[in-house]
């Protein structure tokens, strides 16, 4: 029922600055708690931030806070994540996600995007 599709990936300098977007289709962006994950090579779907339905509220994890942002803009249907202070670590794919709960998103969305690739050099 909903589709989600991210863009904005590409190669960026370590120290630098980069922001996706997962552009919502199908349905209202409004009806879905959104997050981000990311895949690295040899591991598992790691999550990164996630917001609830109206992005009121927003969650973390470790590993990317106080650098990357994730916000929502309900007339443009997207949900963007800002990615600052890049590291080559911070290579992997970059997937959205979508389900109807915050908790939900978060342990097992429902709904993911095909993914994005960032790299970052050293």
């Known amino acids: 029922q909903v589709q989600l599709a991210e863009s904005g990936g590409g190669l960026v300098q370590a120290g630098g600055s980069l922001r996706l977007s997962c552009a919502v289709s199908g349905r209202t962006l409004g009806d879905y708690a959104m997050a981000w994950f990311r895949q690295a090579p040899g591991k598992g779907h790691e999550f990164l931030a996630g917001?609830?339905?109206?992005?009121?509220?927003?969650d973390y994890a470790d590993s990317v806070k106080g650098r990357f942002t994730i916000a929502r803009d309900s007339a443009k249907n997207t949900v963007y994540l800002q990615m600052n202070s890049l590291r080559p670590e911070d290579t992997a794919v970059y997937y959205c996600?979508?389900?109807?709960?915050?908790?939900?998103?978060?342990?097992?969305?429902?709904?993911w995007g095909q993914g994005t690739r960032v790299t970052v050099s050293s």
């Open positions: 917001t609830g339905l109206s992005g009121e509220t927003t």
């Open positions: 996600a979508a389900d109807v709960t915050t908790l939900k998103v978060k342990t097992s969305p429902r709904y």
